[in-house]
């Protein structure tokens, strides 16, 4: 089955970077394109970025858009995201999100908390 684990979150104070991974397993992880949302306490879970099954092409949500970095290792079915000048806005669980025969799978998350 579709498993994906999440990693890497923690407390970070405003400025700092953090590197989050996502381990996939339970498909053909190098045809798939993968995405990275997050979900703050109240609030509805919000795109972020997604990179193609090559890695060649990535998107972002414009408010990450020159801080946030997609990329993937598929001969380690990872997908990572880099977090630099992170902001007390960015502050949520993040998860990441694949779809494999129309049914989307996320993992349980990893918190990511921005706070002096």
């Known amino acids: 089955q579709v498993q994906l684990v999440e990693s890497g979150g923690g407390l970070v104070q405003p400025g700092g970077s953090l590197r989050l991974s996502c381990a996939a397993s339970?498909?053909?992880?190098?045809?798939?394109?993968m995405q990275w949302y997050r979900q703050a306490p109240g609030k509805e879970r919000e795109f972020i970025a997604t990179?193609?099954?090559?890695?060649?092409?990535?998107d972002y949500k414009d408010s990450v858009k020159g801080r946030f970095t997609i990329s993937r290792d598929n001969a380690k079915n990872t997908v990572y995201l880099q977090m630099n000048s992170l902001k007390p806005e960015d502050t949520a669980v993040y998860l990441c999100?694949?779809?494999?025969?129309?049914?989307?799978?996320w993992g349980r998350g990893t918190q990511v908390t921005v706070s002096s």
């Open positions: 339970g498909f053909i992880f190098r045809n798939k394109p």
């Open positions: 999100n694949v779809r494999v025969a129309t049914k989307d799978y």
């Open positions: 990179i193609s099954s090559g890695g060649t092409i990535t």
